[in-house]
């Protein structure tokens, strides 16, 4: 298909600000109009701009960069928008789906990398890292400052979401001689035996009989707040929780309840909701391990989510079949498809 030349805008927040240049993109897409833009609200894009652009890139997954259906309205001319990211919780899809605009999204970059964030999570809440390094550095050198550990080996570790990534880290933890379950109602029958895991009926069943829990859902209607106070009393007394998903799937003063009570003995939390604005109480807590919304980053995974981003726009410009529709059927009967 011989297309024009097309105008394409990438969307990154002031507040993570990725990349200052669009290079990657630029090289890929060569033949048509590349602009990046960093705001902080979407109200600060110009609506002439907005009204010329016929794909977007979205970098930015911060809540304060959302975009509603105010704001997909004023995008006259633009067929697809590509959300760079697994998540695309920041976008309002059902909005997008009736103004005939596809939404894609890349949800197998930077699988390593949160599965390894994940494990690399659960090792050190598991192992005390952060409590042994600070006794150390604080002039210590006794093994017995961390007791009680408890060996991994034959303990549960109940997964939550089990699409790319919940797989990755199945694999990951089995290594580590534990015994996976998994609960995810929308996973296909038969994946537990793919995987030689056990699938869970029911979020309370894992709840209920799981060691470790790892939450990598995606955030959702249906799966924010999906742990909240009823959740964390189903729970063995000394869970270890991780969350390498997003942060509005556990409601944190729930969270903060339960660590204090001793329910949950300790928590490895790549993401906390209002991120980056989280509460200081869980920087106080010597049993949270916080990593920053990092679980994400590797230079590989960078280049691979930029790359995907770029070919997928590309991709759509040429007319071609494209996967990681998140909005099935937007635009299948709309001209501006």
């Known amino acids: 298909m011989n297309i024009g030349r097309e105008k394409i805008l990438i969307i990154d927040s002031t507040t993570e600000k990725h990349f200052k240049k669009a290079i990657i993109e630029q090289e890929i897409l060569a033949e048509h109009d590349v602009q990046l833009v960093h705001i902080s609200h979407v109200n600060e894009l110009p609506l002439t701009l907005l009204s010329e652009v016929n794909y977007l890139i979205i970098w930015a997954c911060v809540p304060a960069v959302s975009f509603d259906k105010a704001f997909l309205s004023s995008l006259k001319n633009c067929r697809t928008i590509v959300k760079a990211a697994v998540g695309y919780d920041n976008i309002d899809i059902s909005a997008a789906r009736e103004l005939g605009i596809s939404v894609l999204n890349i949800p197998d970059y930077g699988t390593e990398e949160v599965a390894d964030h994940a494990l690399a999570l659960m090792l050190g809440i598991a192992r005390k890292l952060e409590e042994i390094n600070l006794h150390v550095k604080q002039g210590g050198w006794d093994w017995a ?8 080996r034959g303990r549960k570790l109940g997964i939550i979401g089990f ?7 199945a694999r990951r933890a089995a290594m580590f001689g534990l015994n996976v379950q998994f609960y995810d109602p929308n996973a296909v029958s038969g994946l537990d035996k793919t995987h030689g895991v056990v699938r869970c009926e029911s979020l309370k069943t894992l709840l209920a009989t799981s060691d470790i829990i790892s939450v990598n859902a995606s955030l959702n209607p249906s799966s924010y707040h999906l742990l909240s106070h009823a959740e964390f009393d189903i729970m063995k007394k000394g869970v270890l929780l991780v969350n390498t998903a997003r942060g509005g799937i556990i409601d944190s003063e729930a969270l903060f309840s339960a660590i204090k009570s001793g329910k949950v003995a300790a928590a ?55 996967r990681n529709c998140v909005n099935e059927n937007a635009g299948e009967q709309s001209v501006r498809y």
Request: aromatic letters at 8%; hydrophobic letters at 40%.
């Open 268 to 322: 490895g939390l790549d993401v906390l909701e209002n991120e980056p604005n989280i509460p200081d109480c869980f920087r106080q807590l010597d049993n949270v391990l916080l990593t920053a919304h990092s679980a994400f980053y590797t230079e590989e995974s960078f280049l691979e989510m930029r790359t995907k981003s770029a070919e997928l726009v590309q991709q759509k410009m040429n007319g071609l079949h494209v």
């Open 145 to 152: 400052s961390v007791k009680k550990l408890y060996r991994l």
């Open 163 to 169: 699409g790319r990534i919940g797989g990755a880290v």
